[in-house]
């Protein structure tokens, strides 16, 4: 075979190649963002504080539209509760009812609520526990702790968190 021989050119092969590697490149770079951002903008890193957020946020949706019931299952993750409420009786309706209406720590009636920004608490390199920051009726910050073992709520968190809204 003489230089003169020589099979054609095929870019094929170094097209491809170019495309697997710049498809490469932008997804490790989707992912550092994504990663970043979401511990940046304080839902944790790869937004997965989100479901707990939206616990939260559901579970003050109840509360303004004063469905106490509702709020409990929420509370502690067990939408059918009224088929055992025996499993609650440390923590039965009527308390937590009167946790968050006469008792609470807004100290008037659940009017507004803004779920701000979470973070991720606890030991473990993923933590045990995120603690969600709410801004109610425009003026007061609680904290609501969410287990992530059962999904359970808890107030107030171990911690306040830091932050300008």
Request: without cysteine; hydrophobic residues 40%.
């Given at each position: 075979?003489?230089l003169l021989?020589?099979?054609a050119?095929?870019?094929?092969p170094?097209r491809r190649?170019r495309n697997?590697?710049?498809?490469?490149?932008t997804?490790?770079?989707?992912?550092?963002?994504?990663?970043?951002?979401?511990?940046?903008?304080?839902?944790g890193?790869?937004?997965?504080?989100?479901?707990?957020e939206?616990?939260?946020?559901?579970?003050?949706?109840?509360?303004?539209a004063?469905?106490y019931?509702?709020a409990y299952?929420i509370?502690?993750?067990?939408?059918d509760?009224q088929?055992?409420?025996?499993?609650y009786?440390?923590?039965?309706l009527?308390r937590?009812?009167?946790?968050?209406?006469t008792?609470?720590?807004v100290?008037?009636p659940?009017?507004?609520?803004?779920?701000?920004?979470?973070?991720?608490d606890?030991?473990?390199m993923?933590g045990?526990?995120?603690?969600?920051?709410v801004?109610?009726?425009?003026?007061?910050k609680?904290?609501?702790?969410?287990?992530?073992?059962?999904?359970?709520?808890?107030?107030?968190?171990?911690h306040?968190?830091?932050?300008?809204?």
């Amino acid at each position: 075979m003489s230089l003169l021989d020589a099979p054609a050119y095929d870019p094929a092969p170094d097209r491809r190649k170019r495309n697997l590697l710049i498809g490469s490149l932008t997804t490790i770079l989707v992912l550092v963002l994504l990663t970043v951002g979401g511990y940046a903008m304080g839902h944790g890193w790869l937004f997965t504080n989100l479901p707990a957020e939206h616990r939260v946020n559901t579970f003050f949706n109840a509360l303004e539209a004063k469905d106490y019931s509702k709020a409990y299952g929420i509370y502690n993750n067990d939408s059918d509760w009224q088929q055992h409420p025996g499993k609650y009786s440390d923590y039965p309706l009527a308390r937590f009812t009167e946790d968050w209406t006469t008792e609470s720590p807004v100290k008037a009636p659940i009017t507004s609520h803004h779920v701000d920004i979470s973070r991720t608490d606890g030991s473990g390199m993923f933590g045990t526990g995120i603690i969600v920051a709410v801004h109610v009726n425009g003026d007061h910050k609680l904290f609501m702790y969410v287990i992530k073992a059962d999904g359970t709520m808890t107030f107030p968190a171990p911690h306040i968190l830091e932050y300008n809204p």
